[in-house]
């Protein structure tokens, strides 16, 4: 049970012939008690948790340091791998230019022999689209036979069940 300073400000006793009933004031003084146990336990666990995010706070700002110092670090060593770099890259340029022009006049080469490839593809293409459409043409037509064979059952099924009635 939880009490409040309210609720302890505003206790009333009973008065019995000695003064308060004792029973009352001990359940009140054991509730108070218990009340006051709990915050103790509860600040000393948040005393504890202020710790521990301090502590942690602490390694945080370790870490953020080493991390600035890493960057700077970095960033001094980017530079110089930029500088190095832009003067690398000037020397693949030329070579790429060189190579560029070789890979054109190759590429040139392969265009022609894919342009034929294309050809030939379209031709096996419009050839397996007709075998396609014919064997698509062949089940269409299969499909209607079906169809007239089941209506020529059905009409032939009603005659025979206007047979039987007529009969029957």
Known sequence: M???RIDILNQKFSKSLRGYDVQEV???MQDVADTLGQMGEVR???EARVAELEARLRDY???ESALRDTLITAQKMTDELKATAQREAQLIIDAAYAKAENLINQ???RLAKIHEEINASKKMRAQFEMKVQAVIDSHQQLIELGRKEDEQLEAMEKKV???KANNG
Request: proline letters at 0%.
């Open 2 to 4: 939880s009490v409040s």
């Open 61 to 63: 700002k370790e870490r």
């Open 26 to 28: 001990d359940r009140c």
């Open 161 to 163: 069940a206007y047979l």
């Open 107 to 109: 590429g040139h080469q």
């Open 44 to 46: 000393s666990g948040l």
